[in-house]
Every structure is written in structure tokens, then in C-alpha cells.
Antibody, heavy 116, light 107 residues
Framework: QVKLLQSGAELVKPGASVKLSCKTS????????MSWLKQVPGPSIEWIGW????????NYNQKFKGKATLTVDKSSSTAYLDLSSLTSEDAAVYFC?????????WGQGASVTVSS | DVQMTQSPSYLAASPGESVSISCKAS??????LAWYQEKPGKANKLLIY???TLQSGTPSRFSGSGSGTDFTLTIRSLEPEDFTVYYC?????????FGGGTKLELK
């Protein structure tokens, strides 16, 4: 079955970067779109963007341009989210999900805490 | 950006009852609307897409309706496992945006 397994919780210092992973199985990754989302208590979910695993093409939410970078490794069917220059406002749970519009499978989420 | 407004934010009901959750878009999104279910410790689950199409595996007690700016998720004959959080999300344009969520609680 379709599985999206995300990397674990991260504690990072302000100004640092973090790279989250999302290892997939059970479907053809190389022809899939993978989205990333941010959830903060409120609750509120924000769409960060998607990447097409076939050619690495991306579409970002303008709000996250310069903050987030999406990449994939087709050889391991894994999607990545790089977050740079972290501040307290980046503290959240980040999700990967399959799809570019409707997201029909989700990872379990990865918590990012930003603290010195 | 399209603003998605869900109501109510909290809803109390009992097993066996029926409930409805509203989702209003700030502009027309045709039927490009999805509903998701969030449960602690589990991956979010797609329930409905295209406003009213049940995702494979979604129980038939769930239904979605609406088009344009007004949408409704209805759950008939509530089961114990239905008491959790629900979100709507549009995918008519970029950026995709979500409603603020509705927490369905046991009365």
C-alpha cells in the first residue's frame, strides 16, 4: 500500500537550516507529484509547494520562496524539504503528501523546533 | 489568495446523530474542494474530492456537497471513530489554502 514515512523531529538553532525527508513506497514515485505542508497550532495548515518527481519541476507558495527548497531522489523514492535561515516562525509540524491538488496520501508529520 | 472559512470551529454531537460542517471560499472555486480527516498519531486522510466524490475507502456515511463558494461535509449516523478534526482545502488556483479546521467532539 501507499506509504509516506517522514524523518523524525528536529531541534535546530535559529539561523540554521534543516532538511526533512519523506521516503515513499507502494506507488510509482517517478511519475508523482509530492507536496509539502506546514501546520502550526491554531490549527492552521499552509501549502508550501509541490515537486514533480519526474523532472524536479516545482511550484512554490510565494510565501515560502527563499525559505523552502523541494528536491527528490528518484533512486530512493524520497522527497526532501530544505528550510533555511530558521526563525521561531518556522517552528511547526511539516507534512509531505502525494498530489499537486488533491493530496491523497500523507506522511505522519515531522516536528521542527527552533531554539538556541 | 482564496480564503477558506470553516464553521463551526467546534461541534459537539453524539454517536448516531448527523452533523454538517460548512466551508466557504472567498471566491468561486467551482468544485475544486477536498475534505480531510485528521486523527492524532495517524496520517491525514483524504475523505472527499471534487466537492462530492468519495475517496476510495471513505465510508458512505460521509457526503460532500456544494459548488462555487459554499460547501458542506455531512456525516450521517456518527460512529465513535468520527470524533476528530476535519479540514477543507481548495485546489482551484495557487496557492492551495485550507480552512481552519472543525473539531468534532463527543457530547
Amino acid at each position: 500500500q501507499v506509504k509516506l514515512l517522514q524523518s523524525g523531529a528536529e531541534l535546530v538553532k535559529p539561523g540554521a537550516s534543516v532538511k526533512l525527508s519523506c521516503k515513499t513506497s507502494g506507488f510509482t514515485f517517478s511519475t508523482s507529484y509530492m507536496s509539502w505542508l506546514k501546520q502550526v497550532p491554531g490549527p492552521s495548515i499552509e501549502w508550501i509547494g509541490w515537486i514533480y518527481a519526474g523532472d524536479g519541476g516545482t511550484n512554490y507558495n510565494q510565501k515560502f520562496k527563499g525559505k523552502a527548497t523541494l528536491t527528490v531522489d528518484k533512486s530512493s523514492s524520497t522527497a526532501y524539504l530544505d528550510l533555511s535561515s530558521l526563525t521561531s516562525e518556522d517552528a511547526a509540524v511539516y507534512f509531505c503528501a502525494r498530489g499537486w491538488g488533491v493530496m491523497d496520501a500523507w506522511g505522519q508529520g515531522a516536528s521542527v523546533t527552533v531554539s538556541s | 489568495d482564496v480564503q477558506m472559512t470553516q464553521s463551526p470551529s467546534y461541534l459537539a454531537a453524539s454517536p448516531g446523530e448527523s452533523v454538517s460542517i460548512s466551508c466557504k471560499a472567498s471566491k468561486s472555486i467551482a468544485t475544486y474542494l477536498a475534505w480531510y480527516q485528521e486523527k492524532p498519531g495517524k496520517a491525514n486522510k483524504l475523505l472527499i474530492y471534487s466537492g462530492s466524490t468519495l475517496q476510495s475507502g471513505t465510508p458512505s456515511r460521509f457526503s460532500g456537497s456544494g459548488s462555487g463558494t459554499d460547501f458542506t461535509l455531512t456525516i450521517r449516523s456518527l460512529e465513535p471513530e468520527d470524533f476528530t478534526v476535519y479540514y477543507c482545502q481548495h485546489y482551484n488556483e495557487y496557492p492551495r489554502t485550507f480552512g481552519g479546521g472543525t473539531k468534532l467532539e463527543l457530547k
